[in-house]
């Protein structure tokens, strides 16, 4: 194996304790939160007191002041235990980001040290029915009032939507005005005029709660602009970056995990008189996927450094976010055909991972917006078209 070089001893000291958190905490009860379609507030609040959320915000506004190598362990640890329930990934390196980079002093003081102990619970609400991967397309208005703004509109698809306190969302605050017209409000979840939707279905990833969010005049006072009144694309923009990164990061790990259970399941499972490992089919299916994914370990490793130096283009990112999630989508169809029957029954992890595996090339970017960033990137003279901006989650 090559060896991965970014991360100190102290890294692997959090490490440790990210791993047994998830071995005492979440993995004995995922299953019955699967069911439940959401993970309970209580796992939010320990994981904070152990120090597991907000890991890069600075020591000031409550978080553990690390930096994204810290949030990449917590990442890959999730990932690799098949924990897609507790969406501790968005909260801290997706929302938190946005009142770090974009809060003025009074929004961080007020909503950071919260966050980072698990008593408040966060979202990000941009898709639409109508609009996600187009998000220009989206209709939700934030109409200034005087001191207020007033939002109505309606938001789907939506992670922690159920759990949330707090909400990041994206509205229209000049309509006309296009993607200069998007702006970010922070959105108290217990405002009049707001309402969750259903608990919505999900073939996988279920222990994640997932809403449809409605906004009937909602009045938020103007202070709860996040960042500049029309900028709202523009900070969008530049969080896609690490928003690619953390899809990245999952994705190889999942990965890594998935290699790892069926390696453990073809050395057990005897048939025709021999073990299943020893067909040459099965070492020769191993041997591709561990291959594939071995190259993006290294790929996603040199990501993460450079964008620890803040050095990560944005279109290097995309193109990590495609691969990395296509070869999970594969390597879990693979891994699954090894299981055979056992594969297709939901106790085996294997099953789990399968269905979490498709959401990935769907959120925090479509493959094919990926490749329209790529494509675009390699093709100069096609750049002139309007850049895809989709949420990334
Ligand atoms: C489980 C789950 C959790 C989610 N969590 C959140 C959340 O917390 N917050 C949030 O705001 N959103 C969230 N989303 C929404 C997610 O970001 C969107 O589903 C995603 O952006 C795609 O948008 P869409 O579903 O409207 O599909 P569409 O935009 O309608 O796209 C449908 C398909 O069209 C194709 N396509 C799209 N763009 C292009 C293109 N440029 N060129 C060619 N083909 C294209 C792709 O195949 C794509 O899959 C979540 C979604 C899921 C399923």
Known sequence: MIPRTIFSAEHELFRDTVRRFIEAEIKPHHGKWEKAGETPR???RKAGETGLLCVAVPEE???????FLHSAIMIEEMAR???????FYLHSDIVAPYLVDFGTQEQKRKWLPPMATGEVVVAVGMTEPSSGSDLQGMATTALRQGDEYVINGQKVFITNGHTADLLVLACKTDPKAGGKGVSLMLVETDRPGFQRGRHLEKIGCKAQDTAELFFADVRVPASNLLGQEGRG??????????ERLIQTVRAVAASEAMIGWTIDYVSERKMFGQK???FQNTQFKLAEMHAEVLAQRVLADRCIELHLDGKLDPVDAAAAK????ETQGRVADQCLQL???WGYMWEYPIARAFADARMTRIGGGATEVMKQIIGRSLL??????????????
Do not use: C
């Open 380 to 393: 100069p003279a096609t750049r002139k078209q309007r850049p895809p901006v989709d949420s990334g989650v």
């Open 339 to 341: 299981f055979g029957g």
């Open 81 to 87: 235990a098949g924990a897609t329930g507790p969406t």
């Open 276 to 278: 299943l490992a020893d």
């Open 61 to 67: 506004y409550g978080g553990m002041g690390g930096n």
């Open 42 to 44: 209580e796992l939010w």
């Open 322 to 325: 495609m691969s990395t999630t």
């Open 233 to 242: 694309f523009i900070h969008l923009m530049t969080q896609l970056t690490q």
